[in-house]
């Protein structure tokens, strides 16, 4: 073999070897770096998306920061030791835990990473897409060969018997070729070969050729143009578009979400603490009630029913204790953590509760819903991508037309003792047209009126989804109203309750009041104290609710939200 022609498919080789040596290191770069240029060009189109997104989860899960619980709760019974030590997880905390550890978030994360890669991909194919092989064989054949020995001299002869000859020799092949879908629907594809055979027994020739050529298809009815080449890539950018879109609603729905979570589990616990309190007091009113019956100034009827009181008061303070601590297990469960982690909630952030009404009525709240809800963005984007695929249908009716042309040059055939370049004076080229009529277009008949059908369909949806909008957020506006209120009846409520139950001891401590008459100030006090709580917790959440479906609850990137006192439409 030449030096020129070791030289050329020496290079192919090592330019494959190279490809394949690159580590799987390089490749996850590779992949982050494309994924992240996705990133940079759409997320400044959606609000709540601005940043750098990144998949990593480089923080190690680490509570150490985190206040520890010093005074236990007694409300918790025996339960109470348990919580010494545990890290105290205020709702900021919470929120910033779940964002970086929580496995949902995670995976979301991970999906939209992938659609981006996705996209990235689609962008490819429409880049010059290169590829190379190269081949090399080690051929032994063996061939018939007919002699005859002289009796004189014992030399062979050339007619006569039959022998075999072995024929050894080394064969090479290697390519490099590129090709390039443009815009205008053409596809071009270049290419470079280069052939090597050499004899390693009898004649010691080398023979080499190599080739150099290109193809063009141009579409110029059926699939030509801007628009149906580039289809598949339009729609690939709106599609990624739509899932940043549903992504940043995510965002909003998981804070609310771990709120909702989160206030549940204090709500969980003040029905603990006011269950506990209740039967404190009923302990008391049973020793009261115990001293009194001792000196025959009450009834053991009156005793007996304190008692059962007493002891139903203990059962609902159990079922609330065990209440609590299932929740608290399934809200771990949500920020990524392991039960097993000992944790509890800042009792502050349920203290800190008040009712922030906003100052807005439901039909300027339907208003900005439609102006923002990114939902609404996507069908209605979606819609015009069903009215852009009727033009593309339309196109698939037509006759299909192609202009291909060809044209390539060789090398000199024949023996060689040296690398032979593709010779200019040895050149092909060919050019035609490619016709199909269109007599059989079933098929695309039914994909154009389908596409009719579709966009119609979209546009009811977009009306129906514009309607649940609608409804959603007045139906949101309401609760919000309904949960203001009920918060308002709970506190007063409450107020009567605590002077009705000093109203009975009072009279018990005179020996006026009767059983049943404490038993049923105690329990109304308990209930509506949890009445308030929940009044409390269920408004902040439909605040939360309503800010988030009217789309203008804003999220950062701990999960923390901005909070709103009032919106008006433009």
């Given at each position: 073999?030449?030096?020129?022609?070791?030289?050329?498919?020496?290079?192919?080789?090592?330019a494959g070897l190279a490809v394949a040596g690159c580590?799987?290191?390089?490749?996850?770069?590779?992949?982050?770096?494309?994924?992240?240029?996705?990133?940079?060009?759409?997320?400044?189109?959606?609000?709540?998306?601005?940043?750098?997104?990144?998949?990593?989860?480089?923080?190690?899960?680490?509570?150490?920061?985190?206040?520890?619980?010093?005074?236990?709760?007694?409300?918790?019974?025996?339960?109470?030791?348990?919580?010494?030590?545990?890290?105290?997880?205020?709702?900021?905390?919470?929120?910033?835990?779940?964002?970086?550890?929580?496995?949902?978030?995670?995976?979301?994360?991970?999906?939209?990473?992938?659609?981006?890669?996705?996209?990235?991909?689609?962008?490819?194919?429409?880049?010059?897409?290169?590829?190379?092989?190269?081949?090399?064989?080690?051929?032994?054949?063996?061939?018939?060969?007919?002699?005859?020995?002289?009796?004189?001299?014992?030399?062979?002869?050339?007619?006569?018997?039959?022998?075999?000859?072995?024929?050894?020799?080394?064969?090479?092949?290697?390519?490099?070729?590129?090709?390039?879908?443009?815009?205008?629907?053409?596809?071009?594809?270049?290419?470079?070969?280069?052939?090597?055979?050499r004899y390693l027994s009898g004649d010691p020739r080398?023979?080499?050729?190599?080739?150099?050529?290109?193809?063009?298809?141009?579409?110029?009815?059926?699939?030509?143009?801007?628009?149906?080449?580039?289809?598949?890539?339009?729609?690939?950018?709106?599609?990624?578009?739509?899932?940043?879109?549903?992504?940043?609603?995510?965002?909003?729905?998981?804070?609310?979400?771990?709120?909702?979570?989160?206030?549940?589990?204090?709500?969980?616990?003040?029905?603990?603490?006011?269950?506990?309190?209740?039967?404190?007091?009923?302990?008391?009113?049973?020793?009261?009630?115990?001293?009194?019956?001792?000196?025959?100034?009450?009834?053991?009827?009156?005793?007996?029913?304190?008692?059962?009181?007493?002891?139903?008061?203990?059962?609902?303070?159990?079922?609330?204790?065990?209440?609590?601590?299932?929740?608290?297990?399934?809200?771990?469960?949500?920020?990524?953590?392991?039960?097993?982690?000992?944790?509890?909630?800042?009792?502050?952030?349920?203290?800190?509760?008040?009712?922030?009404?906003?100052?807005?009525?439901?039909?300027?709240?339907?208003?900005?819903?439609?102006?923002?809800?990114?939902?609404?963005?996507?069908?209605?984007?979606?819609?015009?991508?069903?009215?852009?695929?009727?033009?593309?249908?339309?196109?698939?009716?037509?006759?299909?037309?192609?202009?291909?042309?060809?044209?390539?040059?060789?090398?000199?055939?024949?023996?060689?003792?040296?690398?032979?370049?593709?010779?200019?004076?040895?050149?092909?080229?060919?050019?035609?047209?490619?016709?199909?009529?269109?007599?059989?277009?079933?098929?695309?008949?039914?994909?154009?009126?389908?596409?009719?059908?579709?966009?119609?369909?979209?546009?009811?949806?977009?009306?129906?989804?514009?309607?649940?909008?609608?409804?959603?957020?007045?139906?949101?506006?309401?609760?919000?109203d309904q949960a203001r209120r009920n918060y308002e009846?709970?506190?007063?409520?409450?107020?009567?309750?605590?002077?009705?139950?000093?109203?009975?001891?009072?009279?018990?401590?005179?020996?006026?009041?009767?059983?049943?008459?404490?038993?049923?100030?105690?329990?109304?006090?308990?209930?509506?104290?949890?009445?308030?709580?929940?009044?409390?917790?269920?408004?902040?959440?439909?605040?939360?609710?309503?800010?988030?479906?009217?789309?203008?609850?804003?999220?950062?990137?701990?999960?923390?939200?901005?909070?709103?006192?009032?919106?008006?439409?433009?």
């Open positions: 073999m030449t030096i020129v022609g070791r030289k050329i498919l020496g290079a192919l080789g090592l580590s799987t290191a390089h490749y996850k770069e590779s992949a982050d770096r494309a994924a992240a240029r996705v990133f940079a060009q759409k997320t400044s189109m959606v609000p709540n998306m601005a940043g750098r997104f990144s998949i990593e989860q480089t923080n190690q899960l680490s509570l150490d920061a985190l206040p520890l619980v010093s005074a236990p709760d007694e409300s918790l019974g025996p339960d109470a030791a348990a919580e010494r030590g545990a890290r105290v997880i205020s709702l900021e905390a919470a929120l910033d835990l779940a964002v970086k550890h929580g496995r949902t978030y995670q995976n979301s994360k991970e999906q939209l990473y992938l659609d981006a890669l996705a996209l990235a991909l689609t962008r490819h194919r429409f880049t010059p897409i290169f590829s190379g092989n190269a081949r090399t064989d080690y051929q032994v054949t063996t061939e018939a060969v007919t002699v005859t020995v002289d009796a004189l001299t014992g030399q062979p002869e050339t007619v006569g018997g039959i022998a075999l000859r072995e024929e050894q020799r080394v064969a090479s092949q290697g390519s490099l070729g590129a090709s390039l879908l443009a815009r205008t629907g053409a596809r071009i594809a270049t290419s470079f070969t280069t052939d090597f055979l080398a023979v080499t050729s190599s080739q150099l050529g290109a193809t063009l298809t141009q579409p110029l009815w059926r699939g030509a143009g801007y628009k149906a080449t580039m289809e598949n890539l339009t729609q690939a950018e709106r599609t990624f578009l739509y899932k940043l879109r549903d992504f940043s609603r995510f965002k909003r729905d998981f804070t609310v979400q771990i709120a909702t979570a989160y206030y549940g589990v204090l709500q969980n616990r003040d029905a603990v603490r006011n269950s506990w309190r209740g039967l404190q007091n009923f302990r008391r009113n049973v020793e009261r009630e115990k001293a009194l019956a001792d000196e025959g100034r009450k009834t053991q009827e009156s005793l007996s029913l304190l008692k059962q009181s007493e002891l139903s008061t203990e059962t609902a303070w159990i079922n609330a204790a065990r209440a609590y601590k299932q929740a608290l297990d399934q809200f771990k469960i949500q920020l990524g953590l392991s039960t097993d982690v000992h944790i509890v909630l800042d009792d502050r952030e349920l203290a800190q509760l008040q009712i922030v009404h906003p100052d807005l009525s439901a039909e300027d709240a339907q208003l900005v819903a439609l102006a923002t809800r990114l939902d609404l963005y996507n069908f209605r984007d979606q819609t015009n991508d069903t009215r852009r695929r009727i033009e593309l249908a339309a196109n698939g009716l037509k006759p299909q037309v192609d202009l291909v042309a060809s044209a390539g040059i060789n090398s000199a055939s024949g023996t060689s003792t040296g690398f032979q370049p593709p010779d200019p004076n040895r050149y092909h080229w060919s050019a035609g047209l490619n016709l199909d009529l269109p007599f059989e277009r079933t098929a695309e008949r039914n994909n154009y009126r389908a596409a009719l059908i579709l966009y119609e369909q979209s546009i009811r949806q977009l009306s129906q989804k514009e309607d649940e909008v609608k409804l959603q957020v007045r139906n949101d506006w309401r609760g919000l009846s709970a506190k007063l409520g409450v107020e009567l309750s605590l002077r009705r139950v000093e109203e009975q001891e009072l009279r018990a401590q005179i020996g006026r009041g009767t059983a049943r008459d404490q038993v049923d100030a105690q329990n109304d006090l308990i209930t509506q104290k949890n009445q308030l709580t929940q009044a409390l917790v269920a408004h902040t959440i439909a605040r939360l609710q309503f800010w988030n479906d009217m789309g203008i609850l804003y999220i950062k990137d701990n999960g923390q939200w901005e909070e709103l006192k009032d919106a008006k439409p433009n």
